[in-house]
């Protein structure tokens, strides 16, 4: 079905892996079509309850873009290229199931922002983070200032984005860029070990969980208001009618988001 990327559902769980090892897994037109149709089936698909987004090798998580693309855009074009990243990285931030990035490695530009629209980010002790655009004469285009700033401030986006510079994994997770740092061989399995808590949980939920802290982000929405509607509404949920009778049971809940 995919070219750029493979999909293998593990469990309640996609891992979505992006597969040009030779090009470092760089993003191109057609990585970016195909990991809007995977994102797309983790919607729709009644039997996935999380994702994982990962590269495929030892290498790269995505090393960047595909600057080969980039040469013959016109100033509208360019418009248009970033408007469809915004649109594909802002459903993966948006989606109602974790969508969580496994950083393999180098997590450079288009990477980088990739990994930031994911719900967050575990690394392995190799992996690298940058926004190198300014390099190139441009700047991020997918959602990279904007992210980038929620995630580590001000002074340091600007830092990071202005100088091109790359932070190691270890300083990533002093920035708060990502919340785990482990060896190679235990990043699949460490961020599969939080997904599977985080699928015990009522998905409708986890749902509301995801709305309201973006919500937080969100400067046309005021995150008080949008978290006391969205806490009303999980009172006409069964999944609160069986987390309540479990807890006075001291039982296990069994969720079935409805």
Do not use: W
Request: charged share 20%; glycine share 10%; with cysteine.
């Amino acid at each position: 079905m995919y070219e750029t990327i493979k999909t293998e559902l593990s469990g309640n769980t996609l891992v979505i892996s992006i597969n040009r090892p030779d090009k470092m897994n760089a993003l191109n037109q057609q990585v970016m079509q195909e990991l809007a149709l995977a994102i797309d089936e983790v919607y729709t698909n009644k039997n996935i309850k999380s994702a994982i987004i990962t590269g495929t090798g030892p290498k790269a998580f995505v090393a960047g873009a595909d600057i080969a693309e980039f040469l013959s855009l016109s100033t509208e074009q360019g418009v248009e290229l970033a408007k469809r990243g915004h649109v594909i990285f802002q459903r993966i931030e948006d989606s109602p199931k974790p969508i969580v990035a496994a950083v393999n490695g180098f997590a450079l530009g288009g990477g980088c922002e990739l990994a930031m629209a994911c719900h967050f980010r575990i690394a392995a002790e190799n992996a690298k983070f940058g926004q190198p655009e300014v390099n190139l004469g441009i700047i991020p285009g997918y959602g990279g200032t904007q992210r980038l700033t929620q995630l580590v401030g001000k002074g340091k986006a600007l830092e990071l984005i202005m100088t091109g510079d790359m932070v190691t994994a270890q300083e990533a997770l002093s920035l708060g860029l990502v919340n785990h740092v482990v060896p190679a061989e235990e990043l699949i399995a460490k961020t599969t070990a939080i997904l599977q808590k985080i699928e015990a949980k009522a998905p409708l939920a986890i749902a509301r969980v995801v709305k309201c802290v973006n919500g937080a982000m969100d400067k046309d929405v005021d995150g008080f208001d949008l978290e006391i509607v969205e806490f009303g509404s999980c009172f006409s949920t069964k999944d609160l009618q069986e987390g309540a009778a479990a807890f006075i049971e001291k039982r296990a809940p069994n969720f079935k988001g409805e």
